[in-house]
C-alpha cells in the first residue's frame, strides 16, 4: 500500500505530500576540471556583483493601493493585494511580471556566458540516451526511454519470449534480429510539440495490455485531461475525459476510475467511467463535501480492489470497489473517525490496514478478513521509537517501509499461505544499505514475485535500482543512474551531524562535500536546503547537477527539521500549529552549528527552500538575516495569514489542519507573528532570488510577487533581489528536462555571483 492523500502529485510517492509541496532542491553540474577549481590565490579577478549607477537599471517598483483587512481587533493594510489575479490574466499584473522578468534578465545579462557555460556542464553529466530499468508486467516489459537531445520521454514495450530472462538495460537496448521489437506507446516528444508546457502524470496500461490510459496537463495548472489509445494502433477510444485529477485507475478492462476537483481545486467526487460512454453519464462513487478533505484512489497489488480513501491532515477512511464487480459501487472499509488515518491493501482473504491514532502515532499494522472487517489482528505493533510509513503487499511476502533515528528501513516478512490464519509477524530479514545516510523508496514490483524493487540514493550515490530477493536476503543492482564526466564517488563524503536546540532537542543534518577541497575552515561556501511541514521527509538524494557546487568547494547540508517526518510522527507534530516557529528556529540552530563548526561563514552561508520551504525562507530573513549571505526562495508560501483566512481560494481549507484557522484568534496571531509577507521590516535583508509560476495552484504567484513588492520598498540594504516568474509553468517549473536544468543553472549562476566566484574571463 503507499500512503497517497488526495493531492498526492509528487515522485516521493511514499510520503504524505501536500498540495504545497517541495520541488526538490536544484541542482548543478562541475564545469572546470579540479585543476581550474577556485581558490584566493588563483580565480582571476571576480565580477563585480553591482553594474556602475549609469548602467543600472531600477528595479520595478509595484503600485501601492491600500487593502484594509481587519479581525480580532487588529487591522492590517495589504499594498500590493492588487496583485492578486485568479485568472492570471489582468494586464497590469502580467506587465508588472514582465517588469519583473525583464529586471532579472538585466541583472543577469552580464553572467549569461557563464550561466550557458554552466548548462552545458549540466548536460554533459547526463546519459541523454538512456533508459529506465524495465518492469515485468503481463507478458511484456515496460520502460521509459529517453532519446539525445529530446525533452521528453517515450513509453515503450517489449514482449517477452516464454523462455527470455529478465533483462538487464543492456539488454533492452540492444536486442538482435531475432528478437521481439520495441513498440513505442507514447511519444512525449510528439505530443508536446508546439506547447509551452507537457506533462503526462498518470500512465496506466489496461489489465489485457491493449489499452492505455494517460492524464496530460498542457500549462502547469495540474488540471488534467484523460485519454484512452490503442497501444498498438495508437487510436483513441472514445471521447477524453476533461477537468480531471491525475488520480486515474483501471477497474477491469472496460471501466475507468477517475477524480475531479471543485472550484477551490480541492478533489471531492471519485467516478466510474465505463469506456465508450459520455463523461456527463459516468456514475459518482463518492462525494466528499467536508471541505477540510479530499479524495485519492490507489489499486492493490494484488488488483482486486481499488481504494477509494478521503483525508485530512488528521483522519482518512478508505472504501474499496471490488474490480470485477465496479458498478456495486463503494463500499466501507475503514470507517470515518477523527483524528485515525488507515491505509489499505490486500491479499488473498485479508485486508491490510495501516492504522495511526494519537496514540498509537507512529502507526500499527492490522489484517482483517475480506468477509469480516470487524475482526482485526495486530500483525506489527504500535512503537514510539519506530514509525511505519509504508508497505507493500506480495503473494507470499510484507514488505515494511519504517524510519528509526532519522533514517529508513526495509524489512520483509513471510506470510502463510492465504487459506491459514495470520498472526504476528516475527523473524523479519532487513535489508542492509552501505551509506551512513541515504534515501529509499519503494518502486514498483510483481505482486506474484519473490522479489522486491526498491530505490537507493544517497547524496554521494546516484540513483539506483534494487531487486532484493525476499526469500535469500540477496540484493542485486538492476539500475544505476550514469553521470558522465568522470564522476568517482569515493571523491565524496556524505556524513549526519546533529545541532542542539534552544529547548535540548537534537536536529539532524545530512552534509556531503568533496573530500579533496573541503577543509573545514570557513572559507567555503555552503548552501543549506530545509523543507520542515507536511510530514514530508527531505531524505538525502542524489543530483548530478549539484557537483557544479561540491567541485567549486561547496558544501551541501539539508537540515531535518521539525514541521518533516524525518523523526516520526511526533517530529510533526512538533512543528505545526502553535508549535509552528520551531521550524523556523531550527533552521537558524542548524545554520548557527554549521558556522561554529567552520563548515562556512556568514560571508559564504547560502540558503533554499521551496514551496512551504519558502516559507521557512521567508521566515528565517525576517529573523537573523544576517546569517544569511543569499537566499533562494522558490514558489514560496509567504503569505500565509491572509491567504489562510480566505476559503474561496485553492487549498485553504484542507490545510487548516496543517497551519491552524486563523479565524480563530489563537491561530490568527500566530500565524501573523510569522506570516513572512506580514513580518517583512526595515533591516538589511541578503541576496534573494524568488521564483514563481504563473499558473501555480498551489502557491498563487502573487504570494512571492507581493512578498518581493514590500520587500524592495522596505529593506534598507544595497544587496540583489531577483524575482522570476514563470509564464509558462506551474508549481513545478517547466516540464522539459533540459528547461530544468536551464533552471537550475540559472539559479547556481545567481548564488555564484553573488558570492563573487565568477571569473571575468567568462562573465560577460
Known amino acids: 500500500m503507499v500512503l497517497n492523500l488526495c493531492n498526492l502529485r509528487l515522485f516521493c510517492h511514499q510520503n504524505h505530500f501536500s498540495r504545497r509541496t517541495l520541488a526538490c532542491v536544484s541542482s548543478t553540474f562541475f564545469l572546470f576540471s579540479c585543476s581550474s577549481s577556485f581558490s584566493s590565490s588563483s580565480s582571476p579577478a571576480p565580477t563585480s556583483l553591482h553594474m556602475s549607477s549609469t548602467t543600472m537599471k531600477s528595479p520595478p517598483v509595484a503600485k501601492k493601493v491600500d487593502h484594509v483587512m481587519e479581525l480580532f481587533g487588529d487591522v492590517r493594510i495589504d499594498q500590493h493585494y492588487w496583485l492578486r489575479d485568479d485568472s492570471r490574466s489582468n494586464p497590469e499584473i502580467l506587465s508588472h511580471l514582465h517588469e519583473e522578468n525583464d529586471y532579472t534578465d538585466f541583472v543577469m545579462s552580464g553572467t549569461k556566458q557563464f550561466e550557458q557555460q554552466l548548462f552545458s556542464e549540466i548536460r554533459g553529466r547526463i546519459k541523454e540516451d538512456d533508459i529506465s530499468a524495465p518492469r515485468r508486467k503481463g507478458p511484456y516489459y515496460y520502460y521509459k526511454r529517453n532519446l539525445e537531445g529530446k525533452e521528453y520521454v517515450q513509453h515503450c514495450r517489449r514482449y517477452i519470449s516464454n523462455h527470455e530472462a529478465p533483462p538487464s538495460v543492456h539488454d533492452v537496448m540492444s536486442t538482435g534480429p531475432n528478437d521481439p521489437p520495441e513498440h513505442v506507446i507514447l511519444d512525449e516528444n510528439v505530443k508536446s510539440q508546439g506547447l509551452a508546457y507537457y506533462s503526462i502524470d498518470a500512465f496506466k496500461v489496461s489489465p489485457n495490455h491493449k489499452l492505455v490510459a494517460y492524464a496530460e496537463d498542457t500549462k502547469g495548472d495540474e488540471i488534467y485531461t484523460v485519454y484512452v489509445m490503442d497501444v498498438e494502433t495508437h487510436v483513441l477510444v472514445g471521447k477524453p475525459l476533461t477537468g480531471v485529477t491525475s488520480s486515474l485507475e483501471w477497474a477491469g478492462n472496460d471501466f475507468l476510475v477517475y477524480s475531479t476537483m471543485d472550484e477551490i481545486h480541492r478533489a471531492d467526487k471519485v467516478w466510474l467511467h465505463k469506456l465508450g460512454s459520455e463523461q456527463s453519464s459516468d456514475t459518482c462513487l463518492y462525494h466528499e463535501k467536508d471541505d477540510k478533505f479530499c479524495v485519492d484512489l490507489q489499486a492493490s497489488e494484488s488488483e482486486k480492489y481499488l481504494f477509494i480513501s478521503s483525508s485530512s491532515k488528521n483522519t482518512r477512511f478508505v472504501f474499496y470497489v471490488d474490480v470485477s464487480m465496479p458498478e456495486d459501487g463503494a463500499k466501507v472499509l475503514t470507517p470515518r473517525i477523527d483524528g485515525i488515518d488507515t491505509s489499505v491493501s490486500h491479499r488473498g482473504n485479508h485486508f491490510f490496514i495501516q492504522r495511526r491514532t494519537d496514540e498509537l502515532f507512529n502507526s500499527e499494522l492490522l489484517a482483517c478478513p475480506v468477509d469480516n472487517i470487524s475482526a482485526s489482528t495486530v500483525l506489527i505493533p504500535h512503537r514510539e521509537s519506530t514509525k511505519i510509513w509504508d508497505t507493500q503487499i506480495f503473494a507470499n511476502h510484507l514488505v515494511v517501509y519504517e524510519r528509526a533515528n532519522g533514517l529508513a528501513q526495509i524489512t520483509a516478512y513471510n506470510l502463510p499461505a492465504v487459506d491459514e490464519p495470520l498472526t504476528s509477524l516475527t523473524d523479519g530479514r532487513a535489508v542492509e544499505f552501505v551509506d551512513p545516510v541515504y534515501s529509499v523508496d519503494p518502486d514498483e514490483s510483481q505482486f506474484s514475485s519473490t522479489i522486491l524493487r526498491f530505490l537507493y540514493s544517497s547524496l554521494r550515490t546516484p540513483r539506483s535500482v534494487y531487486e532484493y530477493d525476499m526469500d535469500t536476503g540477496i540484493s542485486v543492482l538492476k539500475k544505476i543512474d550514469t553521470v558522465l564526466g568522470g564522476f568517482d564517488s569515493s571523491n565524496y563524503v556524505t556524513e549526519r551531524k546533529w545541532a542542539t536546540a534552544s529547548d ?223 509564464l509558462g509553468a506551474g508549481h513545478f517549473s517547466k516540464s522539459g528536462r533540459f528547461e530544468r536544468l536551464q533552471e537550475d543553472a540559472f539559479t547556481y549562476t545567481f548564488l555564484l555571483k553573488v558570492l563573487n566566484m565568477i571569473p571575468n574571463h567568462v562573465s560577460a
Request: proline share 6%; glycine share 8%.
Open 504 to 726: 535540548g532537542t537534537q536536529i539532524p543534518i545530512t552534509t556531503v562535500y568533496n573530500k579533496n577541497l573541503v577543509k573545514f575552515d570557513g572559507s567555503h561556501p555552503l548552501l543549506l536546503y530545509g523543507y520542515g511541514s507536511y510530514e514530508i521527509c527531505i531524505d538525502p538524494t542524489f543530483k548530478a547537477s549539484r557537483l557544479s557546487l561540491l567541485d567549486r568547494g561547496f558544501i551541501f547540508a539539508i537540515a531535518h527539521i521539525r514541521g518533516g517526518g524525518e523523526m516520526g510522527r511526533q517530529w510533526y507534530e512538533n512543528g505545526k500549529f502553535l508549535n509552528k516557529k520551531n521550524t523556523f528556529t531550527d533552521f537558524i540552530t542548524c545554520a548557527e552549528y554549521l558556522l561554529e563548526h567552520k563548515y562556512s561563514s556568514k560571508e559564504k552561508l547560502c540558503i533554499e527552500g521551496r514551496s512551504a520551504g519558502g516559507l521557512l525562507i521567508g521566515s528565517v530573513l525576517n529573523l537573523r538575516p544576517d546569517l544569511f549571505k543569499a537566499a533562494v526562495a522558490g514558489v514560496p508560501f509567504v503569505d500565509v495569514l491572509t491567504t489562510m483566512l480566505d476559503p474561496t481560494i485553492p487549498l485553504t481549507t484542507e490545510e487548516w489542519e496543517e497551519w491552524g484557522d486563523p479565524r480563530e484568534e489563537k491561530f490568527y496571531f500566530y500565524m501573523k507573528s510569522y506570516s513572512p509577507v506580514d513580518n517583512v521590516k526595515p533591516q538589511n535583508y541578503p541576496n534573494i532570488l524568488v521564483t514563481a509560476g504563473l499558473h501555480d495552484p498551489r502557491v498563487m504567484y502573487s504570494e512571492p510577487a507581493k512578498f518581493v513588492a514590500k520587500l524592495r520598498d522596505v529593506k534598507t540594504d544595497e544587496n540583489v533581489l531577483l524575482f522570476k516568474c514563470e
